[in-house]
């Protein structure tokens, strides 16, 4: 038996976050200039079963406020539970998966056919981390609803369910696995400081790499919340780099949910 195998999900996604077998690996950016990669990470051993009830923070419709969806009405799943432990996380309250109730999938299910009746384009399924669940059996919960469902992912861990939509924003303490950075349809990096732009420019050489010459993902640099320092060099490195788009996170500049 492995040594974790008698801890909850979430504390084996403890386990191994704090050890992450990771690999040393090379790139040049499009000049030829040497990029300091990041490691790779092995994806973390996530819930193996698809569960038929998750840990719920809350659901709300409202729009999306990020990335190059932002502006389209959306219903929100935000899953309990993230090991990642961003320091400048916005949503740190749900990080311990204990302290949200399990709700049944099918509970969610009516919720989502719900908003689909009000408007909704599309469901996201955010967090915490929800790719520490195996979302298999939420998005099969989901299909009746008949909306896209889409994917906010920090990308540690194995993928799980089916998206029309991956959105990674990947985080320089825990990298991504190649899995999400070859499936995701965009890139979105949280910017603080200079060092994030380094890594911004080596997860975009990854993702190209990780599809094996199909176009990469949309590329996006997301000003930390409440960092002037981030978004002054987000907003130099997007006029100085085309490919590149700012993300700002719209529904708290105007007091939406
Ligand atoms: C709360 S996270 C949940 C999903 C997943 N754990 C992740 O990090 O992608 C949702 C999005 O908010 C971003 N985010 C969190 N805190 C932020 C902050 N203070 N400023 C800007 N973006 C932030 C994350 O990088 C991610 O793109
Ligand atoms: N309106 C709105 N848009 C969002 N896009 C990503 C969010 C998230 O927390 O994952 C988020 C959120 O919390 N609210
Ligand atoms: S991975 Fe996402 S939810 Fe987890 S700490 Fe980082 S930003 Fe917050
Ligand atoms: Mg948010």
Not at 2 to 14: G, V
Not at 60 to 65: C, E, K, M, V
Not at 124 to 153: D, K, M, R, W, Y
Request: charged share 15%.
């Amino acid at each position: 038996m492995q040594a974790d195998a008698n801890k909850t999900p979430l504390a084996r996604a403890c386990l191994h976050a704090s050890t992450p077998n990771q690999t040393e690996r090379q790139a040049l950016d499009q000049s030829g200039n040497s990029i300091p990669l990041s490691p790779v990470s092995q994806p973390l051993a996530a819930d193996s079963l698809p569960a038929t009830a998750l840990p719920v923070v809350e659901t709300f419709h409202s729009l999306q406020g990020e990335g190059l969806q932002a502006g389209r009405s959306a219903f929100f799943i935000r899953l309990g539970g993230c090991a990642v432990a961003c320091p400048w996380c916005d949503t740190k309250h749900s990080w311990p998966a204990d302290l949200h109730p399990q709700r049944p999938l099918a509970e969610l299910a009516g919720e989502a056919e719900a908003a689909a009746e009000a408007g909704a384009a599309f469901v996201v399924i955010t967090g915490g981390e929800p790719l520490h669940h195996n979302l298999g059996l939420l998005c099969q919960a989901l299909e009746p609803s008949g909306l896209p469902l889409h994917l906010e992912t920090s990308g540690v861990d194995q993928l799980s369910g089916r998206f029309a939509w991956i959105t990674l924003s990947p985080k320089r303490h825990r990298p991504p696995s190649t899995e999400l950075l070859a499936a995701c349809q965009e890139l979105k990096v949280v910017v603080h400081e200079a060092a994030d732009l380094a890594f911004a420019a080596a997860m975009a050489v990854q993702a190209r790499e990780a599809r094996g010459g199909s176009p990469g993902p949309e590329l996006l640099l997301q000003p930390g919340w409440d960092s002037p320092a981030g978004q002054a060099l987000a907003i130099d490195y997007v006029r100085r780099n085309p490919q590149w788009r700012l993300s700002l996170q719209s529904h708290k500049l105007l007091g939406l949910r």
